[in-house]
């Protein structure tokens, strides 16, 4: 079966802009988290969302959102965009939100914030 | 945030021998651990996980250990394969749901 997919891929904003990242989690999923990567921060957790509802969040500014639609497909949503905003974000997707339920990730979207 | 990745460690083995990769992890409530492994250009794939009533689990080639007393988990890859290279993370299981915490990981190269 098809794997999480996220689009685009890739993306150049300029700075203050706004900017929205799609995950479509694997099929059957109904759990959907989201992640930065950066070289300089490593991996972190944004948020996560199960059933539409946001069940956790991480230590990221209000800048920050995201949503899950009742397909279970989610948007994450970063505005006033900062040079430090440059990071791959990943999206991971899991049959729920319990603890032990393999999470599967997809690619990425690389973002660069000129 | 909560992880802090900085310097990568990186880890030199020659394909065909065992690979050791540590890791120290830093909520002594967590009770679930995964190891991911990054391939370029790809996100993380899952390896392995251990809940935190084991110390050991195998799986194909690989072996997480884990020692709740020092809060460090380890994984071991038998036979190293050029395959293997990438970057290895550890990730902690914190509250409920999918919220993981990651590790800085390590570099893993395998001469051939």
């Known amino acids: 079966k098809a794997g999480v997919t996220q689009t685009p891929r890739y993306l150049i904003k300029t700075r203050g802009q706004q900017v929205t990242l799609s995950c479509s989690p694997i099929?059957?999923?109904?759990?959907v988290s989201w992640y930065q990567q950066t070289p300089g921060q490593g991996l972190q957790f944004l948020f996560e969302?199960?059933?539409?509802?946001?069940?956790n969040k991480g230590n990221f500014p209000g800048r920050f959102s995201g949503r899950q639609f009742s397909n279970s497909r989610s948007e994450m949503n970063v505005s006033t965009l900062e040079l430090g905003d440059s990071a791959l974000y990943l999206c991971?997707?899991?049959?729920?939100?319990?603890?032990?339920?393999?999470?599967?990730f997809g690619q990425g979207t690389r973002l660069t914030v000129v | 945030g909560e992880s802090v990745g900085l310097h990568l460690p990186t880890l030199s083995v020659q394909e065909g021998d065992n690979s050791i990769i540590n890791c120290a992890y830093s909520n002594s409530a967590s009770d679930y651990f995964i190891w991911y492994k990054q391939e370029s250009g790809k996100g993380p794939q899952f390896i392995i996980d251990?809940?935190?009533?084991?110390d050991k689990r195998q799986g194909q080639r690989v072996t997480v250990l884990l020692n709740k007393t020092v809060k460090h988990l380890s994984l071991q890859i038998a036979a190293t394969q050029p395959g293997d290279s990438a970057v290895y993370f550890c990730a902690e299981s914190m509250e409920y749901g999918n919220k993981l915490v990651f590790g800085a990981g390590t570099i893993l190269r395998v001469k051939s």
């Open positions: 991971a997707s899991s049959l729920a939100p319990v603890e032990g339920t393999e999470a599967f």
């Open positions: 099929s059957g999923h109904r759990s």
């Open positions: 251990i809940r935190s009533n084991m």
């Open positions: 969302y199960f059933s539409e509802t946001q069940r």
